[in-house]
C-alpha cells in the first residue's frame, strides 16, 4: 500500500498543548504507534474550547427491554453528528504552522471527512477529503457546504485510502488518517475520560463499555483510558458481520486485509485496520462480537421509537450487540454503550427502518394461492381483516405459475402489532389455507 512520506510535527511549547508521548514526528497512516493514556489527557486539554462534552444519560425502557443497565454516550449531539469532531480537531491543533498554510488530504466514508472539514473552517486550514463512491450523499454534500474540497475515488475506504495517500504526497499536504494517526486516538480517548467523570457524577459503577470497531480508532483510544484507571471495566468492541476487520486483525496479532462488503453500518465498513489502532487496542480490549444487518436494522428502530434519535447504522452496533443476546453475561450490570454518529441519510434511515420493523416481526410477508375469479382476493383480504392486520402492499402472479392457469399467487406485505401477533396470523393462515399457504416472510 502506498503512504505519504512521514512529515514532522510541531515542536512549538506552550500550556495549549499539553503532553504528549507520542512523538511528533512521522506518525503516519501506516506506521505502528501505540499511544498512552497521557496522550489522552493531553489531547483534552487541546480541544476543551473546541469540542462539548456530550452527554451520557440512562434509557429506562431499553435497559428494561435489555436486561441491563444501558447508559448512552450521545456523540452523536456534537455539531457534525460523530465522534470523529474530537481527533480531527487535536490533530489539527497539533500542526505546525506551514503545514496549516498548505492544508490537510484524508480519506473518509463521511464522519471523519466532516469532522476535518467542520474544524478546518473554524480554524482556517484548507482540507481535502477523498471519499469513496459508496459515501452517503448527506456527508458528501455537508462536507462541500463546510468549504472542503472533495474528491469522489474508490469503492470503499481502502481505495479512497491510497488515492489521498498519493494526492498528498504530490501536492504536500498533510495525510490524516481517521483511524491510525495517534493524534486521532488520542482525541477518541477523551470520550473515556468524560465518560469516567460523568459516571461518577451520577454515583454508578461501570461494569462494561460497548465501542463500535471499524478502523479501530475509537476503541483504541477508549480502552487505553479504561484500563489504565479501571482496569476492571471490560471493554467491548462491536462490528458487522459484513467488514469483521478489527477482530480478525486482533485474532491474528498483526492488520489483516478484509472484503468490505455493502452494510448498515458504512462508517465500519474499513477493509484494513491501522497499525497504531491495533497495537493500542491490542491487550486492551477485552472481547469483539459482530451483529447481522437485522441487528443493526432493529437497533435504529428502537433508538428512533424508544429514545427519539436518529443514529446511524454503526453508532448503532452498541445498541445492537447488546439486544442480539450476545452480551447476556451483562445482564443486571452498567453498561455505557458509545452512539458514536448520528449522520445518516434519510432514504437509507427508510430502509432501515422497514428492515427493523421486519426484525421485529411487524412486517411480514405471506404468499397465499387463492381462485383467479371475482371473489378470490375478497376472501383473502377479509381473512387478514380479521386478523387485525394492515396490508401494506399486493402483488399478483399469475404468469410463472406451474399449476393450474384458474390460480393465482397472491404476496401480501402485512403490518402486525408484534412478533407474537405475527405467529397468530402465521397459524391462522396455515389453518385456513392448508398447502395454499406457500411462504412466510416473517425474519
Same mark, same amino acid.
Given at each position: 500500500?502506498?503512504?505519504?512520506?512521514?512529515?514532522?510535527?510541531?515542536?512549538?511549547?506552550?500550556?495549549?498543548?499539553?503532553?504528549?508521548?507520542?512523538?511528533?514526528?512521522?506518525?503516519?497512516?501506516?506506521?505502528?504507534?501505540?499511544?498512552?493514556? #497521557?496522550?489522552?489527557?493531553?489531547?483534552?486539554?487541546?480541544?476543551?474550547?473546541?469540542?462539548?462534552?456530550?452527554?451520557?444519560?440512562?434509557?429506562?425502557?431499553?435497559?428494561?427491554?435489555?436486561?441491563?443497565?444501558?447508559?448512552?454516550?450521545?456523540?452523536?449531539?456534537?455539531?457534525?453528528?460523530?465522534?470523529?469532531?474530537?481527533?480531527?480537531?487535536?490533530?489539527? #491543533?497539533?500542526?505546525?504552522?506551514?503545514?496549516?498554510?498548505?492544508?490537510?488530504?484524508?480519506?473518509?466514508?463521511?464522519? =471523519?471527512?466532516?469532522?476535518?472539514?467542520?474544524?478546518?473552517?473554524?480554524?482556517?486550514?484548507?482540507?481535502?477529503?477523498?471519499?469513496?463512491?459508496?459515501?452517503?450523499?448527506?456527508?458528501?454534500?455537508?462536507?462541500?457546504?463546510?468549504?472542503?474540497?472533495?474528491?469522489?475515488?474508490?469503492?470503499?475506504?481502502?481505495?479512497?485510502?491510497?488515492?489521498?495517500?498519493?494526492?498528498?504526497?504530490?501536492? +504536500?499536504?498533510?495525510?490524516?488518517?481517521?483511524? +491510525?494517526?495517534?493524534?486521532?486516538?488520542?482525541?477518541?480517548?477523551?470520550?473515556?475520560?468524560?465518560?469516567?467523570?460523568?459516571?461518577?457524577?451520577?454515583?454508578?459503577?461501570? $461494569?462494561?463499555?460497548?465501542?463500535?470497531?471499524?478502523?479501530?480508532?475509537?476503541?483504541?483510544?477508549?480502552?487505553?483510558?479504561?484500563?489504565?484507571?479501571?482496569?476492571?471495566?471490560?471493554?467491548?468492541?462491536?462490528?458487522?458481520?459484513?467488514?469483521?476487520?478489527?477482530? #480478525?486483525?486482533?485474532?491474528?496479532?498483526?492488520?489483516? #486485509?478484509?472484503?468490505?462488503?455493502? !452494510?448498515?453500518?458504512?462508517?465500519?465498513?474499513?477493509?484494513?485496520?491501522?497499525?497504531?489502532?491495533?497495537? !493500542?487496542?491490542?491487550?486492551?480490549?477485552?472481547?469483539?462480537?459482530?451483529?447481522?444487518?437485522?441487528?443493526?436494522?432493529?437497533?435504529?428502530?428502537?433508538?428512533?421509537?424508544?429514545?427519539?434519535?436518529?443514529?446511524?447504522?454503526?453508532?448503532?452496533?452498541?445498541?445492537?450487540?447488546?439486544?442480539?443476546?450476545?452480551?447476556? $453475561?451483562?445482564?443486571?450490570?452498567?453498561?455505557?454503550?458509545?452512539?458514536?454518529?448520528?449522520?445518516?441519510?434519510?432514504?437509507?434511515?427508510?430502509?432501515?427502518?422497514?428492515?427493523?420493523?421486519?426484525?421485529?416481526?411487524?412486517?411480514?410477508?405471506? !404468499?397465499?394461492?387463492?381462485?383467479?375469479?371475482?371473489?378470490?382476493?375478497?376472501?383473502?383480504?377479509?381473512?387478514?381483516?380479521?386478523?387485525?392486520?394492515?396490508?401494506?402492499?399486493?402483488?399478483?402472479?399469475?404468469?410463472?405459475?406451474?399449476?393450474?392457469?384458474? +390460480?393465482?399467487?397472491?404476496?401480501?406485505?402485512?403490518?402486525?402489532?408484534?412478533?407474537?401477533?405475527?405467529?397468530?396470523?402465521?397459524?391462522?393462515?396455515?389453518?385456513?389455507?392448508?398447502?395454499?399457504?406457500?411462504?412466510?416472510? =416473517?425474519?
Amino acid at each position: 500500500m502506498t503512504t505519504v512520506a512521514s512529515k514532522e510535527f510541531s515542536t512549538s511549547t506552550g500550556s495549549d498543548r499539553g503532553s504528549d508521548s507520542v512523538s511528533r514526528r512521522g506518525s503516519e497512516s501506516d506506521h505502528e504507534k501505540a499511544i498512552q493514556y #497521557e496522550d489522552c489527557t493531553g489531547a483534552a486539554y487541546r480541544i476543551r474550547k473546541g469540542v462539548s462534552k456530550t452527554p451520557l444519560q440512562i434509557s429506562p425502557q431499553l435497559s428494561t427491554i435489555a436486561g441491563m443497565n444501558i447508559f448512552f454516550k450521545k456523540e452523536y449531539t456534537l455539531p457534525t453528528g460523530s465522534f470523529k469532531e474530537r481527533g480531527a480537531r487535536n490533530s489539527l #491543533e497539533m500542526l505546525t504552522k506551514v503545514q496549516r498554510a498548505k492544508g490537510v488530504i484524508a480519506a473518509s466514508a463521511g464522519n =471523519h471527512a466532516l469532522a476535518l472539514a467542520y474544524h478546518g473552517k473554524l480554524l482556517d486550514i484548507p482540507v481535502t477529503v477523498v471519499m469513496p463512491t459508496v459515501a452517503p450523499l448527506m456527508k458528501v454534500a455537508q462536507c462541500e457546504t463546510y468549504g472542503a474540497t472533495v474528491i469522489m475515488h474508490g469503492s470503499d475506504v481502502g481505495e479512497a485510502k491510497k488515492f489521498a495517500t498519493l494526492k498528498g504526497k504530490e501536492s +504536500n499536504l498533510q495525510y490524516i488518517n481517521g483511524y +491510525n494517526h495517534p493524534h486521532i486516538l488520542a482525541g477518541q480517548g477523551t470520550i473515556a475520560l468524560e465518560i469516567l467523570e460523568q459516571m461518577e457524577t451520577l454515583s454508578h459503577k461501570i $461494569d462494561a463499555v460497548v465501542v463500535p470497531m471499524g478502523g479501530g480508532g475509537l476503541i483504541a483510544g477508549i480502552s487505553v483510558v479504561i484500563k489504565h484507571l479501571m482496569p476492571q471495566v471490560q471493554v467491548i468492541g462491536v462490528e458487522s458481520e459484513k467488514c469483521p476487520s478489527f477482530s #480478525e486483525s486482533l485474532k491474528a496479532g498483526y492488520p489483516v #486485509e478484509t472484503v468490505a462488503k455493502p !452494510t448498515l453500518a458504512d462508517g465500519l465498513a474499513v477493509p484494513k485496520v491501522g497499525p497504531s489502532a491495533l497495537a !493500542t487496542a491490542k491487550g486492551n480490549v477485552d472481547r469483539t462480537v459482530v451483529v447481522s444487518e437485522d441487528d443493526i436494522a432493529l437497533a435504529i428502530l428502537r433508538l428512533v421509537e424508544i429514545e427519539k434519535a436518529v443514529v446511524e447504522g454503526a453508532g448503532a452496533t452498541g445498541l445492537a450487540a447488546c439486544l442480539s443476546g450476545q452480551l447476556s $453475561d451483562l445482564q443486571g450490570k452498567n453498561v455505557v454503550i458509545v452512539l458514536s454518529g448520528g449522520n445518516i441519510d434519510t432514504t437509507v434511515l427508510g430502509r432501515c427502518i422497514d428492515r427493523g420493523l421486519a426484525a421485529d416481526g411487524r412486517l411480514v410477508r405471506l !404468499t397465499i394461492l387463492v381462485d383467479d375469479r371475482p371473489g378470490g382476493l375478497k376472501g383473502l383480504v377479509e381473512f387478514l381483516f380479521e386478523q387485525g392486520v394492515s396490508v401494506k402492499d399486493i402483488v399478483h402472479e399469475r404468469t410463472w405459475l406451474k399449476g393450474s392457469i384458474f +390460480n393465482v399467487e397472491i404476496e401480501c406485505v402485512v403490518e402486525t402489532r408484534g412478533g407474537k401477533h405475527a405467529e397468530k396470523l402465521r397459524t391462522a393462515a396455515m389453518n385456513k389455507y392448508g398447502k395454499k399457504f406457500i411462504k412466510w416472510g =416473517h425474519r
